[in-house]
T-cell receptor, first 115, second 112 residues
Framework: DTGVSQDPRHKITKRGQNVTFRCDPISEHNRLYWYRQTLGQGPEFLTYFQNEAQLEKSRLLSDRFSAERPKGSFSTLEIQRTEQGDSAMYLC?????????????FGPGTRLLVL | SQQGEEDPQALSIQEGENATMNCSYKTSINNLQWYRQNSGRGLVHLILIRSNEREKHSGRLRVTLDTSKKSSSLLITASRAADTASYFCATAPTSGTYKYIFGTGTRLKVLA
């Protein structure tokens, strides 16, 4: 499978715990996005990487959230001291450099439930 | 909210009918994209229309773009039960950001 993969697909955690999600983009894609989606809403942008550089972060990304893409390949999104309001689907998307703005390819998402 | 708005929020039609959903956005754009999302799954790209294009077709899909009104429409012709999903528009702003801005979505139900 050469699509975007995310792991885990589901995560249940208790409030106050830390969680980490992983995204593996399509191999030749150097641009990677994280989004958060709550029930009944569209995806909301969290952060963007070009290769290993994090070029943009949303104000939604509080200091409890951190994202990395250490070698310009896979990326991780960590949430520290989780809160019930963090419960959402976390989506990763990637695209390549060709063209100024082109199609994003989404992974299946990680559904987080904070109890 | 930075999100665009989609209209209607929900739509229920019979199989074989056409479905039209609309998207309005706020900023100048490079392009606008439509995505489909089946329940609880990731998003699947359907079609991209650039700011200098007015209409685009792909199979049973027809997309229009009116940059003067900052709006787009997605028409699905001869709908099938398998088209049941949520549909989102996403805009790529012309400047100042790398992010795509998604609308709130239209939930389409096609009854067999």
């Amino acid at each position: 499978d050469t699509g975007v993969s995310q792991d885990p697909r589901h995560k249940i955690t208790k409030r106050g715990q830390n969680v980490t999600f992983r995204c593996d983009p399509i191999s030749e894609h150097n641009r990677l996005y994280w989004y958060r989606q709550t029930l009944g809403q569209g995806p909301e942008f969290l952060t963007y990487f070009q290769n290993e550089a994090q070029l943009e972060k949303s104000r939604l990304l509080s200091d409890r959230f951190s994202a990395e893409r250490p070698k310009g390949s896979f990326s991780t999104l960590e949430i520290q001291r989780t809160e019930q309001g963090d419960s959402a689907m976390y989506l990763c998307a990637s695209r390549n450099l060709a063209g100024a703005w082109e199609t994003q390819y989404f992974g299946p998402g990680t559904r987080l439930l904070v109890l | 909210s930075q999100q665009g708005e989609e209209d209607p929020q929900a739509l229920s039609i019979q199989e074989g009918e056409n479905a039209t959903m609309n998207c309005s956005y706020k900023t100048s754009i490079n392009n606008l994209q439509w995505y489909r999302q089946n329940s609880g799954r990731g998003l699947v790209h359907l079609i991209l229309i650039r700011s200098n294009e007015r209409e685009k077709h792909s199979g049973r899909l027809r997309v229009t773009l009116d940059t003067s009104k900052k709006s787009s429409s997605l028409l699905i012709t001869a709908s099938r039960a398998a088209d049941t999903a949520s549909y989102f528009c996403a805009t790529a702003p012309t400047s100042g950001t790398y992010k795509y801005i998604f609308g709130t979505g239209t939930r389409l139900k096609v009854l067999a």
